[in-house]
C-alpha cells in the first residue's frame, strides 16, 4: 500500500495519479488506466519524487510454482450488475444507485467523505427508497433464481444508518418476503420497523422515470388496500444480490472442480468444505450466498479439513515468531502516544477528530499524538511500532473502539515495538460516544475528549505485567453427540488427538436421528449411520452415553470434567471442550396439539412420510401452519430451518399423491440460499401459499368436509382478497420452533459460558469468533448456537475443530497477567469473593492467621466482582487498581488535569 503523498498529485501529468481523502486524511494513493507509463512508456515523475518508494513502474508479471498437499477455493462473489436489466435505470438515473454504491456513499473513505448525497444535485436525499431482491429469486433472463441471502439485512442496516446520519429521513424498503433469518436478525429487522418514518411494504417494485426537474426517481408498486401507486423519491437504493465469482468457469476448469447450475461451487451437503476433486476444499461465499459468520466459520473449517490431509507434517514447516527484548520503563518518565480512529466513518462523522488531536496534544505527559483512519489496519499498526521506537514511548492510547473487539491486536503491537502489552490503554470513543451520541456532534466531540483524557491519566499509572505460560493437555471434550459434535469429535481425532464424546441419551445422533432426507434429497439416515461407525471404530474417540456432568473445573489447556455414565463415575482430563448439545423441536400447546391426533409437527410428519403411514398417504389434504412457538412474545427468533423443512415435506407429499391438496399458511417465507429453488418448485406443483399475519392468525376448529368425511378447518384471512378463506385438512402440521435444549443453563454454569437472550449459547462475538466462548479454551457448535440447516450445522462443527486444533496443537497456551490477587494481611477470610466469582478462581484455605482468600491466577478472568465485594479491600486486579481507576475518576473534571 502507497502511502499518500499529496506531491505526487499535483506533478502527474495527466491527472492519473488519485488520492483519497477523509477528513483532509489522505488515504492512498493509485494510479489510473490513463497513466502515460502505463500506455506509453513515457513519463515516470511520480516514482522519482515518491517519498517512499512505494511506486515502481518496472514490475512485471512472475510466474511462481508451489508445491502444496490441499488447496482451499476463496474468491467470494461478485455483485450483482443491475445495468443487464435497463427497468431499473441503473447507470441512466443519476439517483438510482446499487445497495454496494450506498455503502460506500456513507463510507469515510467514500466519494463525499461520509456523506450522503445526491449525484444530480449534490443535497441530501431525504426520502429513500429500498427495493429488495433485485437480480434474486428471479427466473427471468438475466436474474439469479435463488436468494442472495444477505440483502434483507444489509438493507436494513442502510436504513439504520441513514436514520444516524439524518433522524429526519423517511426511508421505505419495498420487499417480498423479509428474511431476517439468522441470529439476532428478528430484533434487528424489529428495531428498523420501530424507527419513525420507517416503511416495510411488501410489494414488487417498478421504477418509471425520474421527475425531469427534481431528477427524483418514480416508484410504481402495489399495496393491499389501495391497489396500485407512483411515489416520487429522491433517491433509489436496489439491493443488489450475490452473483458467483466472474470467471467461475475458468477457475473450475484451472482446478478441475465442478460448479453447480448457479456458478458456484458444488458440493455435498455432508461436508460443504470439499469440492469434487480431493484435496481441493471450499470456503466463504462460492460455497453460496451467506453472511460474515458463516463465511468465517467455513474459513476455520477447510482449514480444519486441510489439517487432516497435512496431519503428518504438522509443525514441521512452522516458525516461531520472536518479539524484540521487552524494555524496562518502570524508572522512566511516562511518554505517552495517543492514535485517534477515524474508524472509517463510525467515529469521525459524529467526533471531530481534528479538533480532539488538537486538544490531546495539551494533555500533559503526551508527546505523540497522530490520527488514524483505521488503527487495526496493517500500515497503521505498523505506524505505531515506528512511532513508539522513533520517539521512545513507553505509554500507548489506542483511541477508537471497544477494548473487547482489538485490544489483544494492539497489545501485539506494543510487544512488537518492546515494551510491555499492559503499557496499553484503549479509550472507547466509539460504543461509549460516537454510537450512542450520533446526533449530538458537539457533545460527543467534547465526550471523547474528555473519554482520552481519563485514558491518559490512567495510562500514566499502569504497571508493566508478567503473563502465565501453562502445558496444554492435549485432548478433547466434546458435549453432544449429534451430528455437530460427531463432526467435530471426528475431525480432531483425525489430526492425532484424543477426543472424549458426552451423549446424553443412550445413543448418538441427536436430531438427525428424527431426520430422514435433505432438501437435495441426500439420505440423512444412511449419512448418520455411517458417521455413527466411523466415531466408534475411531481409536482416538472415547464415547459415554447417559452422561450426566457432575462438574467441570480447571482452565484453558487444563480442564478436569467428572461424568457419571453408562460407564459408571469417571474424570476426563482435557484442554479444550467444545458445547454443541443441540436443540430441541418445541411442543406446541397451540390448534389442538396434543389433543387431536391429527396435528404433529413437521418432524413427525418426516417420521410418518418415511414409514409410509397411512394417514399420510390416505391423506387428500394436507395444511402446514409456520412460525409455531417462535416470532412471538415469548421467543423473539425466527426458527431458521422451518419454511425450508416445509417446502421439503410439501413436495414429499405431492411425490406420494400429485393430488393432493397441499397449503402452506405463512409469515415471510424464508427459504433462503438455494433453497429458494425447491420453494419455486412446490409452487409449481400447485402447493398453496398463503400469508397470515400476527394480528390475524390462523383459526383451526374441528370439521366436516364436502364430502361428509371428519376433518380440521383452518381459516384465515388472506390479506390481498381481504377476506376469510377456509381449508379442509386431514393432516394439520406444525411447523414448530427450534428451541434451546433442556440442561442449557446448567451446561452453561459448569463451564462457565454465556447464553444469549434467547437461550442459545451466545459466542465470544458475532462476526470475528462465531464459535469461540469468551471462555478461553472452550468452543460452540450446531445447533446449540443456533437453528441450522445439516450442511450448516457441519460446516460450524469443522470450524470449531479448527479452532480447537489451534490451541491444542500448541505445548503451552499463555494466560493473562490482568488478574487479582489477594493481600493476605487485609483479608479477614469473610467468602465474599468466594461466593461471587463466576469462575471458581478463588478458595478460602487455613491459614496461621486464619482462613485466607487465595486467587487461582490461571483460572482468574480479571472480571473484578471480587473486587468489588471484598469489604477491606485485600483484593487487587491487576490493571485495573485503584490508583489507575481513581487518576480515571479524577481526570474526568478539566481542572484536575495539568496542561502544557
Not at 487461582?856 to 466482582?865: E, S
Request: aromatic share 8%; glycine share 6%; charged share 25%.
Amino acid at each position: 500500500m502507497a502511502y499518500p503523498d499529496q506531491y505526487n498529485q499535483e506533478i502527474s501529468n495527466n491527472k492519473a495519479v488519485h488520492i483519497y481523502f477523509a477528513q483532509a486524511i489522505p488515504l492512498i494513493t493509485y494510479i489510473d488506466q490513463s497513466c502515460l507509463y502505463l500506455k506509453e512508456k513515457k513519463c515516470r515523475i511520480c516514482e522519482a519524487v515518491c517519498k517512499n518508494d512505494a511506486i515502481d513502474l518496472h514490475q512485471i508479471p512472475e510466474k511462481m510454482t508451489l508445491n502444496v498437499a490441499a488447496i482451499v477455493l476463496s474468491p467470494g462473489y461478485e455483485v450483482y450488475d443491475p445495468k443487464v436489466r435497463d427497468e431499473y435505470g441503473y447507470g441512466r438515473l443519476q439517483n438510482v444507485v446499487t445497495g454496494m454504491d450506498y455503502e460506500r456513499l456513507m463510507c469515510a473513505t467514500g466519494p463525499y467523505e461520509g456523506e450522503i448525497l445526491r449525484a444530480s444535485d449534490m443535497r441530501h436525499p431525504h426520502k429513500v427508497a429500498w427495493i429488495q431482491c433485485v437480480g434474486s429469486r428471479r427466473d427471468s433472463e438475466g436474474d439469479n433464481s435463488y436468494c442472495s441471502a444477505v440483502c434483507c439485512t444489509y438493507a436494513q442496516k442502510q436504513v439504520i444508518l441513514t436514520k444516524d446520519h439524518n433522524s429526519e429521513a423517511a426511508c421505505t424498503i419495498f420487499h417480498n418476503d423479509v428474511r431476517s433469518y439468522s441470529k439476532g436478525f428478528e430484533t434487528f429487522y424489529q428495531r428498523a420497523q420501530k424507527l419513525p418514518d420507517v416503511r416495510f411494504i411488501r410489494s414488487y417494485a417498478s421504477i418509471v422515470g425520474e421527475d425531469p426537474e427534481t431528477r427524483n426517481v418514480i416508484v410504481r408498486y402495489a399495496t393491499e388496500s389501495e391497489g396500485v401507486k407512483e411515489e416520487s423519491f429522491d433517491m433509489v437504493v436496489l439491493s443488489v444480490g450475490l452473483n458467483p465469482p466472474a470467471d467461475y468457469q475458468g477457475l473450475a476448469k484451472k482446478f478441475g472442480i465442478e460448479v453447480n447450475c448457479h456458478g458456484f461451487c458444488q458440493i455435498d451437503s455432508a461436508n460443504p468444505m470439499a469440492t469434487t476433486r480431493p484435496g481441493i476444499f471450499v470456503s466463504g461465499a462460492f460455497q453460496g450466498p451467506m453472511d460474515i459468520p458463516e463465511s468465517v466459520f467455513t474459513a476455520s473449517a477447510a482449514g480444519s479439513q486441510c489439517g487432516e490431509l497435512l496431519n503428518y507434517r504438522r509443525g514441521k514447516l512452522t516458525r516461531e515468531r520472536v518479539y524484540p527484548s521487552e524494555k524496562d520503563n518502570t524508572d522512566e518518565e511516562p511518554r505517552i502516544g495517543v492514535f485517534v480512529c477515524h474508524c472509517g466513518a463510525n467515529i469521525s462523522r459524529v467526533v471531530n477528530v481534528p479538533d480532539t488531536v488538537a486538544y490531546t496534544q495539551t494533555l500533559s505527559n503526551v508527546v505523540h499524538v497522530q490520527e488514524q483512519l483505521f488503527s487495526c489496519a496493517t500500515n497503521s499498526m505498523q505506524q505505531i511500532v515506528d512511532t513508539v521506537k522513533e520517539k521512545s514511548l513507553n505509554r500507548v492510547v489506542i483511541a477508537a473502539c471497544s477494548p473487547r473487539t482489538l485490544e489483544p491486536l494492539f497489545q501485539d503491537t506494543l510487544r512488537e515495538a518492546g515494551i510491555n502489552k499492559y503499557y496499553l490503554d484503549m479509550a472507547n470513543i466509539r460504543e461509549h460516544c460516537s454510537w450512542c451520541h450520533a446526533r449530538e456532534k458537539e457533545a460527543a466531540t467534547v465526550k471523547a475528549q474528555d473519554i482520552i483524557r481519563m485514558s491518559v491519566a490512567r495510562s500514566i499509572d499502569l504497571e508493566p505485567l508478567q503473563e502465565f505460560d501453562l502445558p496444554v493437555t492435549k485432548a478433547a471434550l466434546v458435549v453432544g453427540g449429534g451430528l455437530a459434535g460427531m463432526t467435530c469429535a471426528l475431525s480432531i481425532a483425525d489430526q492425532g488427538h484424543e477426543v472424549y464424546l458426552l451423549e446424553r441419551q443412550s445413543e448418538l445422533g441427536g436430531t438427525a436421528r428424527k431426520l430422514y432426507s435433505t432438501l437435495d434429497g441426500k439420505d440423512v439416515q444412511a449419512d448418520l449411520a455411517d458417521l455413527v461407525r466411523r466415531i466408534y471404530r475411531h481409536p482416538e474417540i472415547h464415547v459415554y452415553t447417559e452422561v450426566v456432568i457432575t462438574e467441570a473445573t480447571g482452565y484453558v489447556g487444563n480442564f478436569v470434567t467428572r461424568v457419571t455414565s453408562e460407564r459408571g463415575a469417571t474424570v476426563i482430563e482435557h484442554g479444550a471442550a467444545v458445547i454443541a448439545i443441540g436443540a430441541e423441536e418445541y411442543k406446541p400447546t397451540e390448534y389442538l396439539y396434543g389433543k387431536d391426533e391429527r396435528v404433529v409437527t413437521q418432524l413427525e410428519l418426516g417420521e410418518r412420510i418415511a414409514r409410509e403411514d397411512e394417514t399420510v398417504t390416505r391423506a387428500q389434504s394436507v395444511v402446514m401452519i409456520q412460525c409455531i412457538g417462535c416470532r412471538n412474545k415469548d421467543r423473539n427468533y425466527c426458527s431458521r430451518v422451518c419454511c425450508s423443512h416445509s417446502v421439503k415435506n410439501a413436495l414429499k407429499l405431492k411425490a406420494i399423491n400429485p393430488e393432493m391438496d397441499v397449503a402452506i399458511a405463512f409469515r415471510d417465507m424464508r427459504t433462503y440460499g438455494f433453497n429458494e429453488t425447491y420453494y419455486r418448485e412446490a409452487s409449481h406443483q400447485d402447493v398453496r401459499f398463503i400469508r397470515w399475519t400476527p394480528e390475524d392468525p390462523p383459526v383451526v376448529d374441528a370439521g366436516e368436509a364436502g364430502d361428509g368425511r371428519a376433518v380440521l378447518q383452518m381459516v384465515l384471512t388472506d390479506p390481498i382478497l381481504g377476506k376469510k378463506l377456509a381449508f379442509d385438512a386431514d393432516l394439520l402440521v406444525l411447523a414448530a420452533a427450534v428451541i434451546p435444549p433442556k440442561g442449557a443453563q446448567e451446561i452453561a454454569s459448569l463451564f462457565k459460558v454465556p447464553l444469549g437472550p434467547d437461550g442459545f449459547f451466545q459466542e465470544g462475538h458475532v462476526k470475528l469468533r462465531p464459535v469461540e466462548f469468551a471462555t478461553s479454551g472452550v468452543f460452540l457448535c450446531g445447533m446449540a448456537h443456533y437453528p441450522k440447516h445439516l450442511p450448516e450445522a457441519i460446516n460450524q462443527a469443522y470450524g470449531a475443530a479448527g479452532r480447537t486444533l489451534t490451541l491444542l496443537s500448541n505445548d503451552i497456551v499463555t494466560v493473562s497477567g490482568a488478574v487479582c490477587e489477594v493481600s493476605e494481611k487485609s483479608c479477614i477470610g469473610c467468602g465474599a469473593c468466594v461466593a461471587v466469582c463466576s469462575y471458581g478462581a478463588i478458595e478460602l484455605r487455613k491459614t496461621k492467621q486464619g482462613q485466607k482468600a487465595v486467587v487461582n491466577p490461571v483460572i482468574c478472568k480479571g472480571d473484578g466482582l471480587c473486587n468489588a465485594v471484598c469489604p477491606t479491600g485485600a483484593i487487587v486486579l491487576k490493571h485495573f487498581n485503584d490508583r489507575e481507576i481513581l487518576s480515571q475518576i479524577d481526570a474526568l473534571i478539566p481542572e484536575s488535569i495539568e496542561t502544557k
